[in-house]
C-alpha cells in the first residue's frame, strides 16, 4: 500500500475541529506503531504512516501556533493538549500497553521533532520495555539523540488537592468580643465543607489572629501529611494491579504469538489493515489484494475458520464482547477445535495451549499410505522399464545400420524418454526414502577436484547436444570434504541438470568449489551458475518444496519437481545448508556448504 498525501491537507486541516485534528494524529501514530512493531521500522508502510504522522505534527503546529504535542493519559483515554481524542480502540490500546510499560503520566512531541526521532519513538513504543520508569524512558530518549521527545511528570495530585483544603480565606482580624458567645448550644448545620468545619474549630480553639495563622499552618501539615500517606498507599496498590495486568497481557499476548506465526490486523469494522507473510500464506491471498476489504472475504470455509468478535469496539460501558462469529464449514470448525486446548491457572487465567494435529490418526494413516504407494508403484515400474531400455538399446545396436533415418530417430527418441523416465522414477524412490529417514550417508575424504570433474563429464554431452558450454573452474589443491561422494555427485547433478533444462541455447553452466569464510568457515562451498531464465523473486523461497515446479515461460518443464527438494535433504543430511541466487533475465546461481575434513564437525556425526 503506497503512501499518498493527502491533497490540500494544510486546507482540509484548517476546516476541523481541533478534536478531529488531533484525533487523525493520534490514530496515524498509532498506525505507525502497530505496523512498526508487526513488520520493523524499515518497512515501506512503517515509513509511510510515519511521514504522514509528521506531516499532521507540521500542520497541527502550523495551525496551533504551538510548538508542542502533549500526550496524555488519563485514566482508560488518551488526551492531546488536554483535549479529549477519540482515538480507534487499537490506537487506545497500543498507547496505553506503551505508557504502562514506562510508567509514564505524559509525553511531550515537540513541533521541531524529525522524522528519525518519530521513527524512533515508534520502535520504543513497539518494542517489550526492558526496564520500566520515567527515568528509564529518558536515559533511553537521551541515548538515541531524541532531543525533541520528552518526558514530563503530571502534576503532583496530593499538592493540588492540599490547595484546594486551606483555599479558605483566614478569619478577618477584628477585635475579640469581651463577652463569651452565649452558652445556648449551637444547632448542627446539615451539611458543611471541610474548610468550614477547620475554621469553626480554629475559631473556637483561639481568639489571637497569630495564633489562628499557626494553628492553620499546622492543621494543613497534618491533612497534608495524611494525604500523602494515603495517596502513596493507593497508589501503590494501583501500581501493583496494573503491573499485574499488564503482566497478565504480555504473558497471554506471547503465548498466543507463540502458538500463530500469522498476524491479520483490522479496524473496527473487520477490513483488513495489514497482513504478515505468515498470515498471507495461511490465507493464500497477498496483502495489496486483501486491504481495505473485510477478513471473512479471504476465507475458504471447506479448508480455513475466522473467529471475530461481533461488537470489535466495545462501548465504555462494556465489559466484554458478547457474540463471536465463527466462519467455516461444520467439520473444519469442529476438527480444529478438537486439536486445540486452553491451559489455565486456578484463577483462570491463560497460561499456555496444548494442541495436536487435527484428526492426527488419519493424518498419519494418510502419509503412511503415500509412502507406502510411493514406494510400491516406483518399484514395480522399475523391471518393465529396464526391460524396455534394455530392449531399445538392443535393437538400436543391432538393427540400426539397416533401419531408415526415420525409423532410427524414432528409436532414439523412445532411448531418451525411458531413461528420462528412469530418472524420474529414482528422483522419487530416493525422495520416498529421505522422508522415511531410510536414506544414510556414507562419508569419507573426498576430493573436491574429483567431484567436480566427475559432475562435468557425465553430464557434458547432454549439455552440448543442447549447445550449452558446461565446464568446472579450478577448486584449491588439495581441498578435501566429508561426505558420501556418491551423494554428493547426485546433489551436483540434480542442481547442473535443472541448469540445462533452464539454459537456453548458447547459454553457460559453471560449477565451482572453495573454502568458506566468516560464518562458513570450516565448510567448502559448492556453487552451480547458469546464465538462463532465472527465478522469480516470489519463488525463491519455494523452489525447494516437494513437486514445486517454476513455471515454464517457453516450453515444458522435465521431471516431478523433486530435483531440488532432494538436494536439500542430501545437504542437510551433511550437516550443511542451501541456497540460491537469482535474476530474472540474467541467470540463477545455487549454492551448498559441505564440512571440510579436519573441521569440527566428525564424519561420525553424519552417519
Known amino acids: 500500500m503506497d503512501y499518498q498525501p493527502m491533497p490540500n491537507a494544510e486546507a482540509h486541516l484548517a476546516r476541523q475541529h481541533p478534536t478531529e485534528v488531533y484525533t487523525s494524529f493520534l490514530n496515524c501514530l498509532g498506525r505507525a506503531v502497530k505496523c512498526v512493531s508487526l513488520y520493523g521500522p524499515s518497512h515501506p508502510l512503517s515509513a509511510d504512516y510515519v511521514k504522514e504522522s509528521l506531516n499532521q505534527l507540521m500542520l497541527i503546529a502550523s495551525r496551533t501556533r504551538s510548538d508542542r504535542l502533549v500526550l496524555t493519559l488519563s485514566g482508560d483515554r488518551i488526551l492531546v493538549n488536554d483535549m479529549r481524542a477519540t482515538e480507534t480502540t487499537q490506537t487506545r490500546e497500543v498507547l496505553k500497553f506503551f505508557f504502562g510499560a514506562y510508567d509514564l503520566t505524559s509525553i511531550t512531541i515537540l513541533a521541531a521533532a524529525s522524522l528519525a526521532e518519530l521513527s524512533g519513538l515508534c520502535v520504543l513504543a513497539a518494542s517489550p520495555a526492558q526496564s520500566s520508569g520515567e527515568s528509564a524512558f529518558r536515559e533511553l530518549l537521551a541515548r538515541k539523540g531524541m532531543t525533541h521527545i520528552l518526558c514530563i511528570s503530571a502534576p503532583d495530585k496530593t499538592e493540588s488537592l492540599t490547595r484546594t483544603i486551606v483555599r479558605e ?57 495524611a494525604l500523602n500517606r494515603r495517596v502513596d498507599e493507593a497508589t501503590h496498590e494501583l501500581h501493583a494491579e496494573k503491573q499485574r495486568l499488564v503482566g497478565e497481557k504480555v504473558r497471554t499476548d506471547q503465548v498466543l504469538s507463540t502458538v500463530a506465526d500469522g498476524k491479520v490486523i483490522v479496524d473496527k469494522e473487520g477490513k483488513i489493515l495489514m497482513m504478515n507473510a505468515a498470515a498471507e500464506s495461511i490465507s493464500g491471498k497477498r496483502l495489496i489484494d486483501m486491504v481495505g476489504k473485510h477478513i471473512t472475504e479471504s476465507v475458504n470455509p471447506e479448508i480455513q475458520m ?26 473444519v470448525e469442529r476438527a480444529l477445535r478438537r486439536s486445540l486446548a486452553l491451559v489455565q491457572d486456578d484463577a483462570g487465567r491463560l497460561v499456555g495451549t496444548y494442541s495436536t494435529l487435527p484428526d492426527v490418526a488419519k493424518y498419519k494413516e494418510a502419509l503412511r499410505m503415500q509412502d507406502e504407494f510411493l514406494s510400491r508403484v516406483t518399484h514395480d515400474l522399475k523391471a518393465p522399464l529396464a526391460s524396455i531400455s534394455c530392449g531399445l538399446e538392443m535393437l538400436a545396436a543391432r538393427m540400426g545400420p539397416k533401419m531408415a533415418a526415420e525409423e532410427t530417430s524414432f528409436v532414439d527418441i523412445c532411448l531418451r524418454n525411458t531413461r528420462q523416465l528412469g530418472r524420474m522414477i529414482n528422483e522419487i524412490l530416493d525422495f520416498s526414502k529421505l522422508e522415511s529417514g531410510q536414506m544414510s550417508v556414507h562419508p569419507v575424504a573426498t576430493l573436491v577436484t574429483t567431484l567436480l570433474t566427475e559432475t562435468v563429464e557425465g553430464l557434458g554431452p547432454w549439455a552440448k547436444t543442447r549447445d550449452i558450454s558446461l565446464s568446472a573452474a579450478p577448486a584449491p589443491v588439495g581441498l578435501t570434504v566429508i561426505a558420501d561422494p556418491v551423494r554428493l555427485i547426485q546433489i551436483l547433478t540434480n542442481l547442473v541438470a535443472n541448469a540445462i533444462k533452464s539454459t537456453p541455447a548458447g547459454g553457460r553452466i559453471v560449477v565451482a568449489a572453495g573454502s568458506g569464510t566468516g560464518k562458513e568457515r570450516g565448510c567448502a562451498i559448492f556453487s552451480v551458475m547458469d546464465t538462463g531464465c532465472g527465478i522469480p523473486k516470489e519463488d525463491l523461497t519455494r523452489i525447494f518444496g516437494k513437486f514445486y515446479q517454476v513455471e515454464a515461460t517457453q516450453e515444458r518443464r522435465e521431471g516431478v519437481g523433486l530435483g531440488l527438494a532432494i538436494v536439500q535433504d542430501l545437504v542437510t543430511l551433511h550437516r550443511g545448508r542451501v541456497w540460491v541466487e537469482s535474476t530474472v533475465g540474467e541467470g540463477s546461481s545455487f549454492f551448498f556448504t559441505i564440512p571440510l575434513a579436519g573441521a569440527s564437525a566428525p564424519a561420525e556425526a553424519l552417519r
Open 306 to 331: 475466522v473467529t471475530m468478535s461481533e461488537d470489535l469496539e466495545l462501548p465504555t460501558n462494556e465489559k466484554e464482547a458478547k457474540q463471536i462469529r465463527i466462519i467455516a464449514q461444520e467439520e
Open 169 to 225: 480565606p483566614l478569619p478577618p482580624s477584628a477585635p475579640t468580643p469581651s463577652a463569651p458567645a452565649p452558652s445556648a448550644p449551637a444547632r448542627r448545620p446539615s451539611a458543611f465543607s471541610f474548610g468550614s468545619l477547620l475554621k469553626t474549630l480554629v475559631e473556637s480553639a483561639a481568639t489571637n489572629p497569630e495564633e489562628r495563622l499557626q494553628l492553620y499552618q499546622e492543621a494543613a501539615g497534618l491533612v497534608k501529611e
